[in-house]
C-alpha cells in the first residue's frame, strides 16, 4: 500500500476511535493521532533541513575555491557591492561576478529540474520519468547541435543556442500531447511516444555531430554536459520566475495530484478531468524544463533521484514531495557545482558529469536499504 493510502487509513481509524466511548480504543486513538502528527513532522523536519542545507552550501560555495574568502567577508563584500563602497575590486568580482551566480544558477536550476522529474513520475505513474525519457533534453539536445553545428538558428547572435534548445525542448511533448490525444492520454502511451521522440531526436543529433568540425564538437559536449559557469544574472533571473511559476502551480495543484495517483479510473469517479489535468501539467513542467536546459545544457539524474530520494522520507503525498524534491534538488546541484570546480582546481569539471557520479550510486544506496516501496 502507497503512504497516502496508510495515511488515509491512519485518519480514519482515528476518526473511528474518537468516537468510540471505550477507554481501550481512547488510548488507542490517542497513540494514532500521535503517529499520524509525528510523521507530518518528519516531512515538514526535511524540507526545512534541506533549506537550511542549501544555505550553508551556498555561503561555503561563495567562500570556497582558489582564492578562499571568509565567511563573515562574504557578507562584507555583498554589502560594499550592494552600497556601492566596494574597498577590493578583485574580491568583489570573485564573488559578485564569478562565484554567486554559479551557485544561484545550481539553486534554481536544480529546483526546477527536480521538480519536473516529480511532477512526471507521478502525472505518468513511472519511476524512470524524468526530462530525457519524455525527450525534452533530447529535443533541446538536437536544437543547440543545430545551431552550434551548422549554424541554423530562429536568432542570430549568443543567443542562437539557447533560442534554439528553448523552442526545440518544446517540440517532444507537443508530439506526445499530439499522440496522446489521437490515442488517448494514458500514462504508458505518453512515455512510450516520449521514449520514441526521444531516440529519433538523438538519432538526428548524432548525424550532425558526424560531420562537425573540432571547435564545435568541444563547444557542443561543453553544452552536453551541462554547466552553470556561463550562466548570466539576466538568465537566472528569467529562470528563477519561471521555475518559481512551476513550483506554486504544481503546488497548488499537489491535491489533484494525489487524487490521480489513486488512478485514473478513481480520480474520474471524485469529478476530475483527469485527460485535461495531465496535458496541463505536463506542459507546465515542459515549459519549466526547456527554460533551465536552455541556459544551463542537460544536466541528468536530478529530475530522476531528488524525487525518489525525498519520496523515501516524506513520502507519495505531492502538498510535501513537490516543495521537497526542489529543495533536495537544488542541494544536490549545489553540491555537484561546488565539487565540480574544487576536486581538480583550477580545471573545472562540468556538473553534469558530476551528478552522475554522485546522483548513481547515491540512488542505487538508497533503493539497496529501502525495504518497503515508496508508491
Excluded at 116 to 131: E, I, R, T
Excluded at 144 to 171: E, H, K, P, Q, R
Excluded at 198 to 209: D, L
Amino acid at each position: 500500500m502507497s503512504p497516502d493510502g496508510q495515511n488515509i487509513d491512519v485518519v480514519r481509524k482515528a476518526a473511528t476511535l474518537w468516537t468510540s466511548e471505550d477507554d481501550l480504543g481512547s488510548e488507542e486513538s490517542r497513540e494514532t493521532v500521535s503517529r499520524y502528527r509525528s510523521s507530518e513532522l518528519r516531512k515538514l523536519a526535511f524540507t526545512f533541513a534541506c533549506v537550511a542545507i542549501a544555505a550553508v552550501v551556498a555561503w561555503l560555495s561563495v567562500g570556497y575555491g582558489s582564492l578562499d574568502i571568509g565567511f563573515l567577508d562574504c557578507y562584507r563584500i555583498l554589502w560594499e557591492h550592494i552600497t556601492g563602497n566596494i574597498a577590493d575590486t578583485t574580491l568583489d568580482y570573485v564573488v559578485v561576478s564569478e562565484r554567486m551566480p554559479r551557485v544561484a544558477a545550481a539553486l534554481v536550476a536544480g529546483a526546477g529540474l527536480a521538480i519536473a522529474g516529480c511532477v512526471m513520475q507521478s502525472v505518468l505513474k513511472n519511476p524512470l520519468a524524468d526530462p530525457y525519457t519524455t525527450g525534452i533534453s533530447s529535443g533541446a539536445g538536437f536544437g543547440a547541435t543545430l545551431a552550434i553545428t551548422m549554424g541554423l538558428s530562429f536568432v542570430g547572435g549568443d543567443y542562437s543556442v539557447v533560442i534554439n534548445a528553448f523552442l526545440f525542448s518544446l517540440v517532444p511533448m507537443a508530439i506526445i500531447i499530439t499522440v496522446s490525444k489521437l490515442k488517448g492520454t494514458s500514462p504508458t502511451m505518453m512515455v512510450m511516444a516520449g521514449i520514441a521522440v526521444m531516440f529519433i531526436f538523438n538519432s538526428f543529433t548524432t548525424v550532425m555531430k558526424l560531420n562537425a568540425n573540432p571547435d564545435a564538437l568541444a563547444l557542443l559536449y561543453q553544452w552536453s554536459v551541462g554547466t552553470v559557469t556561463d550562466c548570466t544574472w539576466p538568465q537566472i533571473a528569467l529562470m528563477a520566475v519561471v521555475v518559481g511559476i512551476g513550483i506554486v502551480l504544481t503546488q497548488l495543484m499537489s491535491r489533484k495530484l494525489n487524487i490521480l495517483a489513486t488512478g485514473d479510473d478513481s480520480a474520474k469517479a471524485m469529478g476530475l478531468d483527469v485527460e485535461n489535468l495531465r496535458v496541463i501539467l505536463l506542459l507546465l513542467i515542459s515549459l519549466v524544463v526547456a527554460t533551465v536546459v536552455s541556459f544551463t545544457g542537460l544536466i541528468g539524474f536530478v529530475g530522476l533521484v531528488a524525487p525518489h530520494v525525498c519520496r523515501m522520507f516524506v513520502g507519495a503525498d505531492n502538498r510535501y514531495l513537490i516543495i521537497s524534491s526542489a529543495m533536495f534538488g537544488a542541494v544536490l546541484l549545489e553540491i555537484a557545482d561546488l565539487v565540480g570546480r574544487t576536486v581538480i582546481a583550477p580545471a573545472t569539471l562540468q556538473v553534469g558529469v558530476v551528478t552522475a557520479f554522485i546522483g548513481g550510486p547515491m540512488f542505487l544506496y538508497l533503493i539497496m536499504r529501502q525495504r518497503r516501496s515508496s508508491w
